[in-house]
């Protein structure tokens, strides 16, 4: 099956939503902050990013990276909020794809690191430690991002 990955537009919104809370990775009705809203935000904030991956025009997955600066680590760190795969696809290539595009993308954003919050139980743990992520705290793993060439003068 081929794959194409992209960054989220305004329209997708609603199905990568759907998506997010067919796989829980939603907070239920009782959250201070309308989730469908702020995923419409992040898809036009600079300091965030939302990726897709889609097969013959079907959402097969999603996820979302926001940006917080960081003193200690000179410059900005990335998280990785959410990562869902659709049932039905090849959840490792899935998430393969949008923890590369996540982490491209961090890389361009000028970030440090990238933490994700995780568990040795997650459906995608492999997928995780194969891209360089190792446990820096519990339940957090961190991936270093390569540091952009000094512009000497």
Not at 13 to 21: H, I, P, T
Not at 46 to 75: D, F, I, K
Not at 136 to 150: D, E, F, N
């Amino acid at each position: 099956m081929e794959y194409l990955v992209r960054q989220a537009r305004i329209t997708d919104v609603d199905r990568l939503y759907a998506l997010c809370a067919e796989r829980g990775a939603v907070p239920d009705g009782d959250s201070p902050m309308d989730a469908i809203g702020l995923l419409r935000q992040l898809v036009y904030l600079p300091n965030a990013s939302v990726a897709l991956v889609e097969a013959n025009r079907q959402l097969a997955g999603g996820a979302v990276l926001g940006l917080r600066p960081s003193v200690r680590t000179g410059g900005f760190v990335a998280t990785i909020d959410v990562l869902v795969v659709a049932n039905g696809y090849d959840g490792e290539k899935v998430a393969d794809l949008l923890i590369e595009e996540l982490l491209l993308s961090a890389k361009r954003k000028g970030c440090t690191a990238v933490e994700v919050m995780l568990t040795p139980e997650d459906e995608h743990f492999a997928s995780w430690q194969g891209h360089g992520f190792v446990k820096a705290a519990p339940h957090t793993y961190a991936a270093p991002i390569a540091a952009r060439a000094r512009i000497g003068r």
